[in-house]
């Protein structure tokens, strides 16, 4: 049957509205903005343990679902929200490692358009199995649930003494007992390290008059720590590298182990079955959670937000990189090396020192 010119018509514009129709629909939810063709590029400063996370293919996949791709480049926590000579670059996005660093970006002078913690990890000591076993026997470590617990409190006390590590219960290791982080005015873990040290020495969340009492004891912990790192993936990567001897103790993320474990499952059966020295982390009681703010400057971003929190990249956080959702909690099943190896809850929290407390520490620190 031969089709009229009316009903053609009437079927291309059925057509049209129908796309129409499609397009204002996927406009509409931002998972599908992909969909479009277009594609937003955003650049901004990560924390350098979330690098991984957003070279991750899956992640890299879904972020373009949302219709953006991400130029991230690494920088210390601390610089990212008070160099000028990262902040003159005009980012749009900054993304650190502690949700006191949105205060401060404030402070800095940073025009914030919104914030949100996407992701949590607390922030844990890694060492090996030799000191694990002499720090219990010292008890200083206990085991709770198959999961190692440090009182924090104590090793500082005894590294301020300057106690050897053979008196400790160590006696794989010669000389003092110490413990390294990263440099608190450039990298997040040593920064949440030394807001974590000044409260254990003051017994509660420290105030300024807690900082004036106890300060300079946090500044004598960060001095026998030699050379600090500016990284956190840097130090995580010498700790690996230096083994039991070159680096017995360092300050650390949760996810980092987790994420390292999961990238070669054959690598991490190998050290576990192994005649070596096996890396294990220590949980602080109390710890520090670190959370990580997106902190949007530009307005592009903040379909970043949306992408972040949305429940694919949720669970990729998790079960690939060992991230914790935004409050703590884990987000699907852990699978591979280390399933059931990681408390589903961190029990023991302490919140970091407010804003001013923190900067007239890193001062005292940087003297």
């Known amino acids: ?95 650190p490692s502690s949700s006191i660093m949105v205060d401060i970006a404030r402070q800095s002078g940073v025009k914030i358009r919104d914030d949100r913690v996407m992701l949590n990890t607390p922030v844990v000591v890694y060492t090996w199995q030799p000191v694990v076993d002499g720090l219990i026997k010292s008890g200083l470590v206990t085991v709770i649930n198959g999961h190692h617990q440090l009182d924090l409190k104590a090793l500082l006390d005894a590294i301020l003494a300057g106690t050897d590590w053979s008196k400790l219960g160590v006696n794989a290791l010669y000389g003092r007992a110490r413990i390294v982080s990263t440099d608190p005015n450039r990298s997040n873990s040593g920064f949440m390290f030394s807001g974590l040290a000044l409260s254990l020495f003051s017994g509660n969340v420290a105030t300024s008059d807690d900082l004036a009492q106890y300060g300079g004891k946090v500044q004598s912990i960060f001095r026998s720590m030699g050379f600090k790192s500016p990284s956190s993936g840097k130090l995580f990567d010498q700790y690996l590298a230096g083994g039991l001897g070159g680096e017995p103790m360092i300050v650390g993320y949760e996810n980092q182990l987790v994420e390292w474990a ?52 949720q669970e990729l956080a998790w079960t690939k990189h060992g991230f914790r959702g935004p409050l703590g909690t884990a987000t699907g099943d852990t699978k591979g090396p280390i399933a059931g190896q990681l408390p589903a809850e961190i029990d023991a929290v302490l919140p970091i020192p407010d804003a001013g407390v923190m900067l007239s520490l890193l001062n005292m620190l940087a003297s």
């Open 1 to 95: 049957m031969a089709l009229s010119r009316r009903a053609f018509g009437v079927g291309l514009l059925a057509t049209g509205i129908a796309g129409t129709g499609g397009y204002f629909a996927v406009r509409d939810r931002p998972e599908l903005q992909g969909l479009l063709g277009t594609r937003t590029k955003l650049f901004g400063f990560i924390g350098g343990e979330k690098e991984a996370f957003l070279a991750d293919p899956d992640v890299v996949d879904a972020i373009k679902g949302y219709g953006l791709s991400i130029d991230s480049r690494v920088a210390g926590s601390v610089e990212m929200v008070r160099e000028r000579a990262l902040l003159s670059q005009n980012p749009q996005f900054l993304w």
């Open 262 to 313: 999961l990238a070669d499952a054959d690598r991490w059966s190998r050290i576990q079955s192994g005649p070596g020295a096996k890396p294990v982390v220590l949980y602080p009681r109390p710890t520090v959670y670190s959370a990580h703010p997106l902190i949007v400057v530009d307005e592009t971003a903040e379909r970043l937000i949306e992408a972040l929190t949305s429940a694919r990249l």
